[in-house]
């Protein structure tokens, strides 16, 4: 059964900094993209961001090129996004999402998700 | 900036069959944008009903089916029941490693 499971959320000032970290289980996390999505109160998904399978290829959103970097350590089944520069704006659940093969293909598991909240 | 575009609303009677769509606002979707559609009910994680067009996801009924429909993609729902009542959202792959969401879908079943 696949299984991602999301931490590293929480309450954090604008122009701080957050680490996301999702521990992937159940499949051969070396093989497949991952991505990050989230999701602001209210309202639907936003990808913000994909890596691909070996972690060469690494894809953003406009809104966080720059600030935000995503990783993988495919050994230890382990995807990670670094957010800094944080703003009000980037307030949301992150879900980390896999994808059915590479980062052309379509997210087929979602873990739970983890809340990042910006305020002062 | 193109838009991923679907129904914000939607009724259906139980038992009834309902299609939603998820468009561009300036061109076609076709098996290229490998559209995918998620159901999420309040509280929860999307859940993956259909992906690459009509590839329906480990669990996911039969009664849930995706295609192309004149240029858009569709996700129908056959036989609709009261869970069905949902937040449906589609997603297009718009080239170098970039998905975009569109707005959702609340269905309401009554």
């Known amino acids: 059964e696949v299984q991602l499971l999301e931490s590293g959320g929480g309450l954090v000032q604008p122009g701080g900094s957050l680490r996301l970290s999702c521990a992937a289980s159940g499949f051969n996390f070396g093989s497949y993209a991952m991505s990050w999505v989230r999701q602001a109160p209210g309202r639907g998904p936003e990808w913000v961001s994909s890596?691909?399978?070996?972690?060469?290829?690494?894809y953003y959103i406009d809104s966080v090129k720059g600030r935000f970097t995503i990783s993988r350590d495919n050994p230890k089944s382990a995807l990670s996004l670094q957010m800094n520069s944080l703003r009000v704006e980037d307030t949301a659940l992150f879900y980390c999402a896999k994808h059915s093969g590479t980062v052309t293909r379509p997210i087929d598991y979602w873990g739970q998700g983890t809340l990042v909240t910006v305020s002062s | 900036q193109t838009v991923v575009t679907q129904e914000p609303s939607f009724s259906v009677s139980p038992g009834g069959t309902v299609t939603l769509t998820c468009g561009l606002s300036s061109g076609s979707v076709s098996t290229n944008y490998y559209p995918s559609w998620y159901q999420q009910t309040p509280g929860q994680a999307p859940r993956t009903l259909i992906y690459?067009?009509?590839t329906r996801s480990s669990g996911v009924p039969d009664r849930f089916s995706g295609s192309i429909l004149g240029n858009k993609a569709a996700l129908t729902i056959t036989g609709a029941q009261a869970d069905d009542e949902s937040d449906y959202y589609c997603?297009?792959?718009?080239?170098?490693?970039?998905?975009?969401f569109g707005g959702g879908t609340k269905l309401t079943v009554l």
């Open positions: 890596i691909d399978a070996s972690g060469g290829g690494r």
């Open positions: 690459s067009t009509n």
């Open positions: 997603v297009l792959y718009m080239g170098s490693g970039i998905w975009v």
